[in-house]
């Protein structure tokens, strides 16, 4: 694991981040609140692509709790059986649905407990909600975020927990509110698990890789 970065290099990174691309943004399609949440849930072990294709048609006739109540499980199995795991994210889609529909009048709720008490919905998940729907500064630690920290010394950690603590310390706070879309876009684009593209890396110099290719 790579030695944490010091809060000057940090700053020098995420200046660039931002110059480069102000207001980045999640790939996965929604249309609303409440899409947004199903589409995270069902990118657990699937490509954003993968999610994407799968929710088109769904979302134009299942864009809230109770519609997709309506259109009911085997139904929505349908829609999505070209995504890993299909059969049980179906049911936690369903599940967690009647709960918003019986429990919070069809909205989703804006606590991060709250959140992951329906199912299917983990603390990365209520992090991404938390961040993209109430504006909060929570980072969600997938493995893109979880390699990159580490990989560059940015928020090096032995676990997601770990890592996400480690944003939350050191990145400073005018980058928090974006600091998860950075960093999963440079992971999934630029420093790839397997082939990293350093000689692209607009952060190269400042990274503190054993394994950097230039």
Not at 58 to 82: R, W, Y
Request: charged letters at 20%; one cysteine or more; glycine letters at 6%.
């Amino acid at each position: 694991m790579t030695a944490q970065l010091g809060y000057h290099d940090i700053s020098k990174i995420f200046a660039r981040f931002a110059a480069a691309e102000p207001h980045p943004k999640g790939e996965l399609a929604h249309v609303n609140d409440y899409t947004l949440l199903v589409a995270i849930a069902l990118s657990a072990q699937s490509t954003d692509i993968g999610v994407n294709k799968a929710t088109a048609a769904l979302f134009a006739i299942a864009d809230t709790p109770q519609k997709m109540l309506d259109l009911g499980e085997p139904a929505l199995i349908e829609h999505i059986k070209s995504l890993g795991l299909f059969r049980q994210k179906a049911k936690n889609v369903i599940k967690l649905s009647r709960i918003l529909v019986d429990d919070y009048g069809g909205a989703v709720p804006s606590s991060r407990a709250a959140l992951q008490s329906l199912p299917g919905v983990g603390r990365k998940t209520a992090n991404v909600l938390l961040n993209m729907v109430y504006a909060h500064p929570a980072q969600a630690v997938d493995t893109h975020i979880f390699r990159v920290g580490n990989r560059t010394g940015l928020a090096a950690g032995r676990d997601v927990v770990a890592v996400e603590r480690a944003i939350e310390d050191n990145v400073p706070v005018q980058y928090q509110r974006h600091a998860h879309h950075w960093l999963i876009l440079h992971g999934r684009y630029i420093c790839k698990a397997r082939k990293p593209a350093c000689g692209a890396c607009i952060i190269a110099d400042l990274c503190h890789s054993e394994d950097k290719i230039l």
